[in-house]
């Protein structure tokens, strides 16, 4: 008896790779979870090498130091008036909420006054001006160096109409500064026009 | 020659070196930081002087001034007003507000200002005044003492500072 095409058996195409027929489905799941663990393992190898070939990304690092740089320069740039501590001056904290304004910055430390950062007159070591220094309560070369300021202000407010000089004083004072030397330099720039004060302080929230 | 041609091979291929770009960073990173002020939050207490004389606008109040002041002394704090100091219990030359130990209480300063507040409530201003030694802590402190009770409770926030009671 002749075979008809049908009753040939089936031939199998080797380029597929399917399994064979006499494999149960347990069998084949198998071998597909061995193929994945192969292939995850040769993944790791490979990430392995590229690891311990001395090549270090640094794009991540760059990027947050790049954020890092853009933060420090905008709040460096928001600050109206810098105010910064050390040692020979420690700010006292308030519970204030209002924020720090653009004004003259005269500085109270422990060793002395500075008006706009220049030094103009030497703390003694019992926290007082010297009273060679004084007449009264009028302290002469704060009150010198606080004339030149306002001038100044007068004079930019003169060419730029944004600008205007109002008499603000912003004290940055050492929270250890005696209320005698606190008077005698409020009393001093109210002789030279700087009749509003504010007082610097760390906000305690 | 083989390793200058690979260097010449990959910056061809568009890889930039990043090293120098980091060195710049770090350094200004580092000086930003040093001298930055950014993390610390600084605020502002506003502080007038009283007017001497005539200067100044004049004010319409049909009562009279108040005139609260807070004085400041080794002992503690003096309140007073327009017709006299508020006496300390039980004795009339000791602080209205005794000093707790070596501290001042500025929580009893608060309390004895919301009742003058209760009496006064229009008022507004409080004069800061104090021995020529008191430090300036101390004044910050009472300047928030008088300032609010809370964030809503307003008592005094127009601070004047006087010059210092001579002893």
Known sequence: MAETPHDKPEMIDPSINAPPLHHSAAEIEKEEAEARE????????KRVEEDHSGELNIVALMDAFTIILVFLIKSYASDPTQITQGDDIK?????????VVEAVPLVISKKGVLVNSQAVVRIMDNGLVDPAEKQGFLIGRVAEALKKEAEHHKMI???NSKVKFE???????????KFETLTDV???AGQVEFGQFKFAVLKNE | MARKLKRHVE???GELNLVPYMDIVVNLILFLMLSSTGLVQFGVINVSAPAIGGGGEPEEQKDPPLNLTVAISSKGFFVAGTGGVLPAPGSSTEPSIPKLGDKYDYAALTKKLIEVKSAFRNETKVIVTGDPGTAYEVIIGVMDASRQDGPNNI?????????????
């Open chain 1, 38 to 45: 192969r292939k995850l393992k040769k993944k790791a190898k």
């Open chain 2, 155 to 167: 008592l005094f926030p127009d601070v004047m500072l006087s010059p210092g009671i001579a002893q």
């Open chain 1, 186 to 188: 409020l009393f001093t």
């Open chain 1, 167 to 177: 008499g603000l004083l912003l004290i940055v004072a050492d929270k250890d500064t």
């Open chain 2, 11 to 13: 910056e061809a291929a």
């Open chain 1, 91 to 99: 700010i006292p904290t308030s519970t204030t909420t209002l924020s």
């Open chain 1, 157 to 159: 407010s003169r060419f």
